[in-house]
C-alpha cells in the first residue's frame, strides 16, 4: 500500500491524536502532562498552516507520522528561525516514514526563507537523534534537568539545521500559504514522496 506525504488538513487530528496521545502519556518525550483532545489537536494543524507547513505521511488505514514547524521565539528578530517536530507512529518506526516527512518538511522551509531550523529532544533518545543527524542537524547545547515529567527530571537536548546561509540583508519569510503557490514548494513535496516511495519499495 503506498504512503502518501501530503499537508495536513484539520481532519486528520484523530490521526495525529493516535500517535501523540500515548506519547504525552506515557512517555517524557513531550512535555506535555495532559494529552490534548483530537478537537484540540485540529485546532493546531488548522492554526499553523497559514503560517507554517504540517505534513502527514499516510496510507488508507491511518497517520503514521507527521512534522510540522513553529514559531522559534515570539520576538522579532527570530523571526527567521523555526523550531521543528516530528512523530512516527511505532509501528512505522525504522520504515523511512520520518526521514520522507522531514525531506519535504525542510525543503518547504528553504522556500520559505527561513534561514535555521531546531529541534529539542527530551534525552535520551537515540531513535530521535538519529533521525536528525541524519537530515543534517547537529547539536549545539543540552538544557540539564529542565523538565520535571513521570517523576523525574529530564535534559534536552538541541539540535540545528542550515536551512540556507545568514543573508546581510534578509527578506521576509513567506508564509506558508503565499510559498505553497511557488513552483518549488510541489517539488519539495515531490522529494519527500520520493523518499517514502523509495523506502516502501525496499519492503
Known sequence: MR?????AEPGDAAGVHAIYAPIVRDTAISFEVDPPSIEEMSRRIASTLPRFPWLVCADR???????????????????????VTAYVHPDARRSGV???????????????????????????????????????????GVYPAVGWKL??????????????????????????????????????????QRVADRRSARG
Open 3 to 7: 504512503r502518501v506525504v501530503r499537508l
Open 61 to 83: 488505514e491511518r497517520i503514521e507520522g507527521y512534522v510540522y514547524a513553529g514559531q522559534h521565539r515570539e520576538r522579532a528578530a527570530y523571526r527567521w528561525s523555526v523550531d
Open 98 to 140: 520520518g526521514h520522507a516527512l522531514y525531506t519535504a518538511l525542510l525543503a518547504m522551509l528553504f522556500v520559505q526563507g527561513y534561514h535555521r531550523a531546531y529541534a529539542g529532544i527530551t534525552l535520551p533518545n537515540a531513535a530521535s537523534v538519529g533521525l536528525h543527524e541524519s537530515q543534517g542537524f547537529t547539536a549545539i
Open 151 to 192: 517523576g523525574d527530571w529530564h535534559d534536552v537536548g538541541w539540535w540545528q539545521r542550515t536551512l540556507r546561509p545568514p543573508a546581510r540583508s534578509p527578506a521576509e519569510p513567506l508564509t506558508r500559504e503565499r510559498a505553497s503557490v511557488l513552483p518549488e514548494w510541489k517539488i519539495a513535496l515531490e522529494d519527500g
